[in-house]
């Protein structure tokens, strides 16, 4: 397989309507070295099918829900120059919908669940397909499920590398040769060919897995803001794109909070030195992120990033000064409930961490389960209300003056936990949800403006 194919993803804005799908044709069409696209689900249409997969309804608002998943793609349907094309597979996929939605166990079965939770792309993709058979390429709409080969933990599938390649370089190199392939981001199958899916914004971690599998040179994320920002331009006008990223940094941002990038994006590309280009589909002449393995500049201060929903959950035993293997017994609780911790510290009696904890998600009842088990063998005291504010760059650990800067900017802020030196690319704090925004806005004064 050449090395120059580029495969570009497009999340939920970008193909929200029959006009942003134009413009993401228009940029596929711009790079002739752009061989796959990767679709995310139209914008809106994600949170009505988890509305539908979670949330107990009554008859009357599953169709009401349905409807509202069908407005959003017979809107782009209809202004298709030849909708017969693709209206029959279209209202196939809708009447699934419907039929998924309507299953009496489908706010218990993670296995429905994905089967319904996997039609956004489906749909997405046909009709993205069709736009660009329309302004004249050779298109194809392909179903993932074919190569994205995963293990069967529904809702938040791990893929199989190996498999993946294979399938890969079998199933979809051929297409590639004469066609522009349009696939769903987001969706896998299992060995027994039963549909999964790998947890929320998993079509940029499809992309990187298929560009990987065919040794593409690089990776395209089209979203709806110019590149990575130095920090959530929302929370300060000052925020500015960053022309580059190497990918611990960016890998740091994305677990930290950054929503550009999804974290394990960077672990299909690190393995393969791809690297990943982030711009917006809308203004695609404004250039955007490069993120490579080595960065021409490597300042100290990069990016600010906030996560929030955190709880902080410190377990005691007054018996750790003796207890060898209390720490060892704590981890393997977390390790056998798949959770994965953010920033730890310990002292000679306790050890605190924090974890994830959206509301209504898979995580929030992992970690019921968890901190359940854990009283059984410690005093397990739980904070909720914060937000993990992370500084990210390079070498914070041995600059001088690095971490006085900024811990100077947020003096008259509580610091609830602090994380430091265990890496040399960020500097994490634990603090109130209440002053995390006004902390974010405080530091980027200090370190960017």
């Known amino acids: 397989m050449t090395s120059s194919v580029n495969v570009a993803k497009f ?36 949170n009505h099918l988890v509305k539908l997969a979670s949330t107990p309804l009554t008859q009357a608002q599953i169709s009401e829900t349905v409807a509202e998943i069908e407005k959003i793609q017979t809107n782009i349907l209809e202004q298709l120059k030849h909708p017969g094309n693709v209206a029959e597979k279209l209202f196939d996929l809708l009447a699934e919908v419907a039929t998924l939605a309507a299953h009496e166990e489908i706010n218990f079965r993670d296995d429905v669940k994905d089967s319904l939770m996997s039609m956004g792309e489906r749909m997405s993709s046909l009709l993205f397909a069709e736009v660009l058979k329309e302004k004249g390429a050779s298109a194809v709409n392909f179903d993932v499920r074919k190569v994205l080969r995963t293990d069967d933990t529904f809702t938040n599938a791990a893929p199989d590398v190996p498999a993946i390649k294979e399938l890969v370089q079998s199933l979809l190199v051929p ?21 999964t899916t790998l947890g929320r914004g998993g079509s940029d971690f499809t992309a990187a897995l298929l560009a990987e599998a065919l040794g593409a040179q ?20 000052q925020a500015r794109p960053l022309p580059e990223l190497s990918f611990e940094e960016a890998a740091e941002m994305a677990t930290f909070g950054a ?20 711009g917006s589909s809308r203004e695609p002449e404004k250039g955007g992120t490069w993120i490579v393995r ?41 390790a056998k409930h798949k959770l994965s911790v953010d920033l730890v510290t310990t002292s000679e ?69 602090i994380c430091f030196g265990a890496n040399p690319h960020n500097l994490s704090f634990v603090v109130s949800a ?8 405080v530091l980027h004064k200090a370190l960017f403006e």
């Open 294 to 334: 080595d960065c021409e500049h490597e300042p100290a201060y990069r990016a600010i990033t906030r996560r929030k929903e955190q709880v902080m959950v410190t377990v005691k035993t007054p018996k750790m000064m003796y207890a060898q293997g209390f720490l060892q017994r704590v981890f393997a609780i977390i």
């Open 11 to 46: 999340g939920g804005t970008s193909v929200a309507t029959f006009q942003t799908m134009c413009s993401c044709a228009d940029v596929v069409l711009a790079n002739p070295n752009t061989k796959v696209a990767v679709v995310s689900a139209s914008a809106g249409v994600t």
């Open 218 to 237: 690089t990776c395209e994320i089209w979203t709806d803001v110019i590149g990575v920002y130095t920090t959530d331009p929302r929370i300060t006008e």
């Open 349 to 417: 009696i306790s050890v605190s961490f924090t974890l994830d904890n959206p509301p209504n998600t898979v995580s929030e009842k992992i970690n019921k389960a968890t901190l359940a088990e854990l009283t059984t063998i410690c005093d397990v005291s739980v904070e909720t209300g914060f937000d993990v504010v992370t500084v990210v760059g390079n070498n914070m650990h041995s600059g001088a003056g690095v971490s006085s800067k900024i811990f100077s900017a947020i003096s008259d802020f509580n610091l609830r936990m």
């Open 259 to 278: 929503k550009v990038l999804h974290p394990a994006t960077m672990e299909p590309a690190l393995r393969q030195n791809i690297k990943v280009f982030v």
């Open 434 to 441: 209440l002053d995390s925004e006004d902390i974010v806005k």
């Open 175 to 195: 297409e590639i040769e004469d066609n522009i392939v349009v696939t769903q981001g987001f969706v896998g199958a299992d060995t027994q060919g039963r549909t």
